[in-house]
């Protein structure tokens, strides 16, 4: 994780989120209002879960910092729901010499500790990332063992499908096969020949 830029001098742009409209920002304001980042100076995405990767308050961040400006945060979770997605975010930022200070977490990759702190982060979603992999494969097997087939169920049986065939071949029009069946007219042109 080399950053170009080896100090910080430029802005210090805040990032603030919450995941519903009942949430309060405040709290996050009133951690950036101590970390002296200027209200101006702030992005915000209200009632923006952060699973969601594109965020308008973030995307216009992304879009305006420059080397080395820092983006304060009141948590790192702030920036993502997920690790690796985080973990992904501040390589690319730090990469392109943009600094990172999350105020709770007490974490600054301005400082050795804080790209000490950001590498494990590193480690640790790709640990994640492995974990979550095996456990994936090890569920399908189990599954598969006992019977079952993973995925997402067939919207018409065999039967069906050669009804919805059979209909399509005496000339009815997908759309009034899809409402006869119950199902979508691209399901009718997927599992028909016309």
Same mark, same amino acid.
Not at 78 to 93: E, F, I, N, P, W
Not at 169 to 175: K, S, T
């Given at each position: ?5 080896? =100090?910080?001098?430029? !802005?210090?742009?805040? *990032? ?9 920002? !405040?709290? !996050? %304001?009133?951690?950036? #209002? =101590? ?5 101006? &100076?702030? *992005?915000?995405? %209200? ?11 973030? #995307? ?8 080395? #400006?820092?983006?304060?945060?009141? =948590? ?8 690796? %997605? ?17 105020? &709770?977490?007490?974490? +600054? ?20 990332? &492995? ?9 399908? $097997?189990? $599954? ?12 018409? #049986?065999? =039967? ?8 399509? +071949? ?18 009718? *042109? ?5």
């Amino acid at each position: 994780m080399r950053t170009t830029a080896t =100090k910080t001098t430029g !802005q210090r742009l805040g *990032y603030v989120r919450v995941s519903t409209g009942k949430q309060d920002e !405040q709290l !996050q %304001h009133d951690a950036l #209002d =101590k970390a002296g980042v200027l209200k101006r &100076s702030r *992005y915000v995405d %209200h009632g923006v879960s952060g699973a969601k990767t594109s965020r308008l308050g973030l #995307d216009a961040l992304l879009a305006d910092v420059q080397p080395g #400006d820092t983006i304060v945060v009141y =948590k790192l979770d702030r920036l993502g729901r997920s690790v690796a %997605h985080v973990t992904g975010l501040l390589a690319d930022l730090t990469g392109k010499g943009i600094f990172i200070e999350s105020v &709770s977490d007490g974490l +600054n990759s301005s400082t050795p500790t804080g790209v000490a702190m950001m590498q494990m982060l590193s480690i640790f979603s790709e640990m994640e990332r &492995s974990f979550i992999s095996e456990r994936t494969t090890a569920g399908l $097997a189990a $599954a598969k063992a006992q019977g079952r087939v993973g995925g997402r169920p067939k919207a018409l #049986d065999s =039967k069906r499908a050669k009804q919805a065939q059979a209909l399509r +071949n005496a000339g009815e029009v997908p759309a009034e096969i899809a409402r006869t069946l119950g199902v979508s007219v691209a399901t009718v *042109y997927r599992l028909t020949k016309g």
